[in-house]
């Protein structure tokens, strides 16, 4: 669906519901929202494509801040402007800021329940779920060349196997990418 020809009040609507939605029915955090934010902004909205997505994530997750939360930032910012923006970033945080406040004043009384533990046992085992298939999908779309293995493994050994904060390997990342383009030569 095309939104050009709608005004500019109804493709706020429109991202303050659509991220109302996704915030409202994913659970785990915001890389678990990453394959909802896909298919609905880019396979059903046609706001933006799978190459904007991946670029997206990339800022978002080197911003500080929530990545699902920067995520809606910047689509909403590419689809209807800074309106869009304000109303797709209320939109996927009010649902979570509502039941985060309920949960918050309920859950102490059941948090030695065993059945609720053993309920967000089996929201873990999903949201590690939700995570594989964001990190499968985002894997299938990137550019695959022995530089972007080195990165990605690089990457992966310093977060998993050193200390060093994850802010400074996104850093260093974005420098090798800036290395690989001027050695390269490759202007953007």
């Not at 934010?37 to 880019?42: D, G, K, L, M």
């Not at 500080?64 to 797709?88: E, L, M, W």
């Not at 949960?103 to 948090?111: P, R």
Request: charge should be positive.
């Amino acid at each position: 669906m095309s939104y050009s020809g709608f005004s500019k009040s109804n493709k706020t609507l429109a991202l303050f519901l659509t991220f109302a939605k996704i915030g409202m029915v994913t659970f785990g955090g915001g890389y678990a929202m990453i394959p909802l934010i896909q298919r609905e902004t880019v396979d059903n909205r046609h706001w933006v494509t799978n190459e904007d997505i991946l670029d997206i994530i990339a800022i978002a997750e080197s911003t500080p801040g929530p990545i699902a939360v920067n995520a809606a930032t910047f689509i909403g910012r590419k689809v209807a402007g800074i309106p869009g923006a304000v109303c797709a970033t209320l939109g996927v945080a009010l649902p979570s800021f509502v039941i985060i406040a309920v949960i918050a004043n309920i859950l102490q009384a059941f948090q030695n329940v065993k059945i609720i533990q053993y309920a967000f046992w089996g929201v873990r085992a999903g949201v590690l779920a939700l995570l594989l298939k964001a990190l499968w999908s985002m894997f299938r779309q990137c550019k695959k060349n022995l530089f972007s293995g080195f990165v990605m493994a690089f990457s992966l050994a310093a977060a998993v196997f050193t200390g060093i904060n994850v802010i400074w390997i996104i850093i260093i990342c974005g420098c090798l990418g800036i290395l690989n383009c001027l050695f390269r030569k490759e202007r953007v």
